[in-house]
């Protein structure tokens, strides 16, 4: 073959018919047109062949339009013009239905036999009367344009040429026979213009390129050179990746630590690893890039272990896009959120992003159904929290079984700097790498009196004179404000962003009030309109509410953030405040641990949370805001003392960072009492002795000789055996050494519920059981109210009396059978004195399951906080945690037999409580991030399904959704479909295994 192949490439207009005809006309078109070869005759039609031209063939684009002038198949008497001739023909000569009479003879001549033709009398036949609704547009035009076409007959009668009755009965007498050739070329041809579009030539090159990336990649991987410093065209990842953080997170090269980081030996060669640098130094970017690497390069699963519920949600957000566009799930794992066990993929991985909580029930449920392997790999944030209390303990729990379980597992930490980093190497089997890089210099001072002093470790007074506060105080300015918070912030704002952390909320609320008494009308005019549009936002979130501190400061820029306010209203206050809209937040210091809001100065207002003195990574986290990358040239922080603290001060902020220490042993080693429960029911443990080998993997094990001081750790663990022993959790075989999880065991650990209530909840709704209420929620959000909150909240009296007085007479009966009488409630609230003893911790429990009662008759978290007078933050975690509770719960009964009835009923009150909103919302309400407002928008601008969410156009969705902008609207969207994605991949499990033959 010596024709000369030439690559083109042609735009997608169309093309002349002339450029068309040496390749797709019919040969004796062709030949006619040239006039060399005689006139076509029936039955020698035939297809030219492309490659018996002398002229290169072209190669087009797959965007062209390859029928150029052509625009439907009646306009081209080529093939089907043909096939009906030679029909014609047959029919006219009466051959016989014998289908070999169509091939040529040895003479060459054909045998002439009569034949009862059985092609029918047009295409509209094959097309019948019947709409398809599935054809593309184009097609349902072709359609039309052909029944227009037809002529118009007598009523009842069929189109037909005069002739064809005859014909028809032939066909009658035939209908047992084979379709012609022609039928069955119509036939495949109109089941082609059906069939959806094959995928673009131009998506599966790019395809191709990406896989070709991927597999460069993984082969580099297992191949490690020692002086290779990439795997791949962007880390050892395709180079798609690098264009989508290009995209989606503006971020086109890397800083030189992070470069080195992810070039490590250890990286590369996936041992695990804790990375410390300072607040705000791009950590988290690092941890992403290694998560795609498993994901795409080592098809294996990831969990993300984030400290608060908020943080996952954002992250699911930010993430899902790059989920959709690379082809893996993320799936969020908070709150009552997430499936145990997980789904089962059939083709792409999943990326669990998870709270510390539910990352070890995602971890127990792993071991348990043996898929542990199949998590490749563990990232988690904010490692120094394994010194902080019981949720210290639970990643501790987590990490190790990990550890245990599986070999293959890849474990990456992150945390700012730690002060015995070597334990924490030990017990995870760790390189270290540590870098101070800051991407913005952080300058620390501290305010005593009218000065101010630049921290200074290499001073011996740890303190450097640095100025004298230039301000001009009246006497009632000194009075109200002491400390000189107006002189420090308007120094910075509305120019710059300004942060104040204050010891309680109330003080937070305070400051923002005291701040705007003193700020000149200018601030007023600044950004008015988008200031206008946050006070409308925040009056929808409320319900036509909106909090009076707020609606006093966000005219001048101001606000306030703490957990008293709704989720809704802290996102709000976020996204203004990073968007420029307010300048200055005054905060508690939960906001340094969670959501990234830098600001060019930082000021705290005092060295104490509530009564407690600051902690040095508490300090840390906080002043750690200061700084803007890409913003400020230099962050400042100013810790503002009394004369009574300059001692302790000196060691907050100039003392190394505090120890990390196990938490397994605190609160009389209930950590440790959960850790050996859940091991001997996961079969992972079954003896003293194994349990003691499996502690060997610990952080506790490493710090023994400081934290086992009263019993050796040997001790310590048969003391922990005996207690489960003792509260029938656990039994010992016949052989004396076999440790056995009973069935209350089993439930207490797969319910994750806390081994200080679990008999109490069986208790609880075994009693229940005997007289359940079913006529009303209260008696079930009764039994869901959390325990651990019951000391959170005293009942105010007379708002109980009240509420208690509403309830119907069986709701009433209920709260009497258990344990609250009404003539109880009535004597507190009349002052008087009650000597029959009753069960305090039941009535407060019960007060909080009215309070939960009334928001899912009322669903405003403003209406019932005002009731109860109550924060309306702490409404809004009430119900959050009795929603997680009762998922546990839920968990806990499906594994005891005589809890039966509570499967069905908490399964419906869990979906209530995790969205108390109407029915209609609740598919809304699913999509991370969008909460009750935003999905009030979203149904009323049409958008009434998660089905119709997904496939919005991100422009329409932004220009008809007021106050929605285009990248939260692309974060929506993202989300919607990775939620439809995960829903689906549910269902086609439950095919499958109900499709799956049983084993021999």
């Given at each position: 073959m010596n024709s000369e192949l030439k690559i083109k490439r042609v735009s997608w207009r169309k093309r002349s018919r002339e450029s068309l005809k040496t390749e797709l006309s019919p040969a004796g078109k062709r030949a006619a047109g040239a006039g060399s070869c005689p006139p076509r005759c029936p039955g020698t039609w035939r297809l030219s062949g492309g490659m018996a031209h002398s002229q290169p063939a072209e190669f087009c684009s797959d965007s062209e339009d390859l029928f150029g002038d052509y625009d439907s198949l009646l306009e081209d008497s080529s093939l089907l013009a043909q096939?009906?001739?030679?029909?014609?023909?047959?029919?006219?000569?009466?051959?016989?239905?014998d289908f070999t009479a169509l091939r040529p003879s040895k003479d060459g001549a054909r045998d002439q036999q009569p034949c009862e033709d059985v092609l029918t009398d047009s295409i509209l036949d094959v097309l019948g009367d019947e709409p398809l609704e599935d054809l593309p547009s184009s097609q349902l035009q072709f359609q039309e344009h052909v029944r227009r076409s037809r002529p118009q007959q007598d009523a009842g009668l069929k189109t037909s040429t005069p002739s064809r009755d005859v014909e028809a009965r032939s066909r009658r007498r035939t209908a047992g026979r084979r379709s012609s050739m022609a039928e069955q070329l119509k036939r495949t041809m109109l089941c082609n213009a059906a069939s959806p579009a094959a995928v673009s030539r131009s998506a599966a090159l790019k395809e191709a390129v990406v896989s070709e990336e991927i597999s460069v990649a993984v082969q580099a991987m297992e191949t490690v050179c020692g002086d290779a410093t990439d795997l791949g065209p962007f880390f050892g990842l395709p180079s798609k990746v690098k264009d989508l953080m290009s995209k989606l997170r503006n971020i086109d090269s890397l800083y030189?630590?992070?470069?080195?980081?992810?070039?490590?030996?250890?990286?590369?060669?996936?041992?695990?690893?804790?990375?410390?640098?300072?607040?705000?130094?791009?950590?988290?970017?690092?941890?992403?890039?290694?998560?795609?690497?498993?994901?795409?390069?080592r098809k294996k699963d990831c969990l993300f272990i984030l400290p608060y519920i908020s943080l996952v949600q954002e992250k699911v957000r930010g993430l899902a896009t790059f989920g959709l566009e690379l082809d893996f799930m993320v799936e969020e794992y908070a709150g009552s959120k997430g499936r145990f066990p997980p789904v089962k993929r059939r083709n792409n991985k999943s990326l669990y992003i998870a709270t510390i909580e539910k990352a070890h029930s995602l971890v127990n449920s792993l071991i348990e159904t043996g898929r542990i392997d199949n998590l490749g790999l563990v990232v988690v944030d904010e490692l120094h929290m394994l010194g902080d209390g019981s949720r210290g303990a639970i990643i501790e729990m987590t990490l190790s079984k990990v550890l245990y379980t599986t070999k293959s597992t890849q474990i990456i930490g992150m945390s700012a700097t730690l002060g015995n980093i070597r334990d924490l190497q030990k017990f995870l089997r760790a390189e270290n790498y540590t870098n101070d890089f800051r991407p913005v210099q952080l300058k620390e001072y501290v305010k005593l009196q009218d000065t101010i002093y630049e921290v200074d470790p290499k001073e011996e007074d740890c303190f450097r004179f640095s100025r004298l506060l230039n301000f001009k105080y009246s006497s009632s300015m000194q009075k109200l404000d002491p400390d000189h918070i107006i002189a420090l912030v308007t120094e910075v704002i509305p120019t710059h962003s300004c942060l104040v952390f204050c010891p309680t909320k109330k003080n937070c609320e305070n400051v923002a009030a005291m701040i705007c008494k003193y700020l000149k009308e200018e601030f007023l005019r600044l950004r008015e309109a988008e200031k206008a549009v946050l006070l409308s936002q925040l009056r929808e979130s409320g319900g036509g509410a909106v909090c009076p501190v707020l609606k006093r400061t966000v005219p001048y820029g101001l606000a306030y953030h703490h957990s008293g306010l709704t989720a809704e209203e802290r996102r709000l206050v976020e996204e203004a405040y990073?968007?420029?809209?307010?300048?200055?937040?005054?905060?508690?210091?939960?906001?340094?641990?969670?959501?990234?809001?830098?600001?060019?100065?930082?000021?705290?207002?005092?060295?104490?949370?509530?009564?407690?003195?600051?902690?040095?990574?508490q300090y840390k986290q906080m002043v750690g805001r200061a700084g803007r990358a890409g913003i400020d040239a230099v962050g400042e922080s100013i810790l503002i003392l009394q004369d009574k603290d300059r001692n302790m001060a000196k060691t907050l902020v100039?003392?190394?960072?505090?120890?990390?220490?196990?938490?397994?042993?605190?609160?009389?080693g209930k950590g440790?009492?959960?850790?050996?429960?859940?091991?001997?029911?996961?079969?992972?443990?079954?003896?003293?002795?194994?349990?003691?080998?499996?502690?060997?993997?610990?952080?506790?094990?490493v710090q023994q000789q400081q934290l086992c001081e009263e019993a050796s750790l040997t001790e310590e663990v048969q003391q922990q055996v005996d207690l489960l022993r003792d509260k029938q959790l656990v039994t010992v075989a016949a052989d004396g050494l076999t440790l056995q999880v009973t069935r209350l065991g089993r439930a207490t650990y797969k319910g994750s519920v806390d081994l200080s209530y679990s008999d109490l909840l069986y208790r609880d709704l075994c009693k229940g059981l005997e007289a359940l209420l079913l006529n009303s929620y209260l008696h079930l959000v009764y039994l869901v109210t959390p325990y651990d909150l019951v000391s959170q909240c005293k009942p105010d009296w007379r708002t109980f009396f009240t509420q208690f007085t509403r309830l119907s007479i069986a709701e009433q009966k209920m709260a009497a059978?258990?344990?609250?009488p009404e003539s109880f409630v009535a004597r507190k609230a009349a002052g008087q004195t009650v000597r029959k003893p009753v069960d305090l911790e039941a009535v407060s429990r019960m007060y909080l399951a009215l309070v939960i009662f009334c928001l899912l008759k009322e669903s405003s978290v403003w209406i019932v906080a005002e009731k109860f007078q109550l924060s309306r933050g702490f409404v809004q975690s009430l119900l959050s945690s009795s929603a997680a509770f009762c998922s546990c719960v839920l968990h806990f009964t499906e594994e005891l037999e005589e809890l039966w009835p509570f499967k069905s009923l908490l399964a419906e009150l869990t979906r209530r409580l995790s969205y108390c909103v109407t029915a209609e919302l609740v598919p809304l309400m699913e999509v991370a991030g969008v909460m009750e407002s935003r999905a009030k928008q979203l149904y009323n601008a049409g958008y009434k399904t998660l089905t119709q969410l997904a496939n919005a156009d991100p422009a329409v969705l932004a220009s008809t959704v007021e106050n929605l902008f285009r990248k939260q609207a692309n974060q929506i969207i993202a989300s919607a479909k990775m939620l439809l994605n995960e829903k689906a991949a549910a269902l086609q499990e439950e095919v499958d295994e109900l499709l799956r033959k049983p084993s021999e």
């Open positions: 096939l009906d001739d030679a029909e014609q023909t047959e029919r006219r000569q009466d051959v016989q239905p030189a630590w992070q470069e080195t980081c992810l070039n490590l030996d250890c990286v590369r060669q996936r041992k695990n690893l804790i990375y410390s640098l300072p607040t705000s130094g791009g950590k988290t970017l690092v941890a992403e890039i290694l998560i795609l690497r498993e994901l795409l390069c990073s968007s420029g809209v307010l300048c200055l937040l005054a905060c508690t210091s939960t906001l340094a641990a969670g959501i990234n809001l830098p600001a060019r100065r930082v000021i705290l207002r005092s060295p104490y949370v509530a009564a407690d003195f600051l902690k040095r990574s100039c003392a190394p960072m505090e120890n990390c220490y196990s938490q397994l042993l605190q609160d009389e440790l009492l959960s850790l050996i429960l859940s091991l001997i029911g996961l079969n992972v443990t079954t003896s003293v002795k194994q349990l003691l080998d499996f502690l060997s993997g610990t952080l506790l094990w059978a258990v344990g609250v």
